[in-house]
């Protein structure tokens, strides 16, 4: 293997880590991909739309709404949204209701209710194909919806529900739950594999790309990279390697080279899934003692991390209004591009170095990377924007809102 190794980059400074990445060279194909966890071993174990015209409850707004669309099925605050990647032009949301919906982005008509929650609906997604919809309940009512014919073809109950992911090519669904255990399962067959946990919370986890492995962090602030054909744990991240309080987010570089992590401890750790090893480590204070870290975790966290697929970049966002980024091969904070409130998620283009936050004052924001300036900001929400996701030309940002609604943005303005 050591001849492979072709790249060695010093990523930590005066603590001398030295990191290889090594690099395939033939890249797998989703058909590669989806044969792979087809190889899995399951057997182990246990019209509600309104144009910006008629909406007749923003007399009292003092902003402007600059959406184009806003839906208002939802009777609770709408804590999740996500589009379908075939197409996007259909939406799921998901909301404090009990109720999951599936609409159009042109014209907010629901095409079908995802009905028999009983409990807030806090995660719902599209599959790879957009030929299901998968939604997920606080208490752990998972269900799935054939989306031609709008009728449910799976369900199941876990216990209460942290998170939940479609395998990026196959009819694969992963989640979380506060027990600690990770659960995975052929859909529709039901088939099904468990990933047992350390009986604390599973809080955030995500598939890497190669749709082999998933990074998995837990309260106790240990991060777990599955295996998911083996079952087993490749690398056990914990003690100084891990995170000091429950880890809030996770993300991938597009390669599956390197993953980044952010937690209440007020960090964000870069780590080599290769070996395993954190090459690098982000914070926007520097090294702080134990005890003014303790007492920043009380107020502030980081909650949402991403990494930019044409510069050597990532973000980090954090609950005090800040948002962090950082060049990768230097380590070095770049800009620091403060909200008016906690940022609640980012999320970069997947093409350019644009970024976008939502944040708890009810805002998009658009910020240029190079720069740290802010290009521009959409309003329209009456409260916190909980979640927001883009089409694939960023062109429309779609929001979830504790206002009950959740607005669809054109973001092909002159100013851009």
Not at 106 to 133: I, M, N, Q, R
Not at 234 to 247: A, F, I
Not at 305 to 330: E, K, M, R
Request: charged content about 25%; hydrophobic content about 35%.
């Amino acid at each position: 293997m050591e001849n492979s190794e072709i790249n060695s980059v010093d990523l930590h400074g005066d603590e001398e880590i030295i990191e290889i990445i090594e690099l395939n060279e033939t890249e797998p194909t989703p058909d590669d991909l989806a044969e792979d966890i087809e190889d899995v071993d399951f057997t182990e174990g246990d019209e509600g739309w309104e144009t910006e015209d008629e909406g007749g409850e923003e007399m009292e707004e003092a902003d402007k709404d600059d959406s184009d669309l806003t839906f208002s099925r939802h009777t609770g605050s709408v804590f999740c949204v996500n589009l379908d990647p075939s197409t996007n032009s259909l939406a799921v949301t998901g909301g404090e209701d009990d109720r999951s919906f599936v609409w159009r982005v042109s014209d907010g008509e629901v095409l079908f209710e995802c009905t028999g929650h009983k409990d807030s609906v806090t995660s719902a997604s599209f599959s790879h194909d957009s030929a299901l919809v998968a939604t997920g309940d606080m208490s752990g009512l998972i269900k799935v919806w054939k989306v031609e014919t709008k009728e449910e073809v799976w369900s199941f109950e876990v216990g209460d529900l942290e998170w939940m992911e479609w395998h990026p090519c196959a009819h694969v669904l992963l989640a979380g739950t506060a027990d600690g255990n990770v659960w995975m399962w052929k859909i529709p067959s039901g088939e099904c594999k468990t990933f047992q946990g350390p009986g604390c919370q599973a809080t955030t986890g995500k598939i890497l790309p190669d749709g082999k492995r998933a990074v998995v962090g837990y309260e106790d602030g240990i991060i777990r990279l599955w295996d998911l054909k083996q079952g087993n744990t490749s690398h056990v991240l914990k003690g100084p390697d891990g995170h000091q309080g429950p880890v809030t987010c996770v993300a991938c570089s597009k390669d599956g080279s390197l993953i980044l992590t952010g937690s209440v401890d007020c960090r964000a750790k870069l780590i080599s899934t290769a070996t395993g090893k954190v090459v690098g480590v982000f914070s926007t204070e520097g090294r702080k003692p134990k005890v003014l870290m303790e007492e920043e975790s009380e107020t502030n966290s980081v909650e949402s991390v991403g990494f930019c697929n044409v510069l050597p970049l990532v973000a980090v966002a954090y609950l005090d209004g800040t948002l962090a980024i950082y060049d990768l091969s230097t380590q070095s904070l770049r800009h620091k591009c403060p909200h008016e409130a906690g940022i609640v998620h980012l999320q970069w283009e997947d093409s350019s170095p644009l970024l976008y936050t939502c944040s708890l004052d009810g805002a998009v924001r658009i910020w240029d990377a190079r720069s740290g300036q802010m290009v521009t900001q959409y309003r329209g929400h009456t409260a916190e924007i909980l979640d927001f996701t883009l089409n694939r030309e960023a062109s429309v940002a779609v929001t979830a809102s504790g206002d009950h609604k959740a607005k669809v943005f054109c973001l092909q303005r002159p100013d851009r």
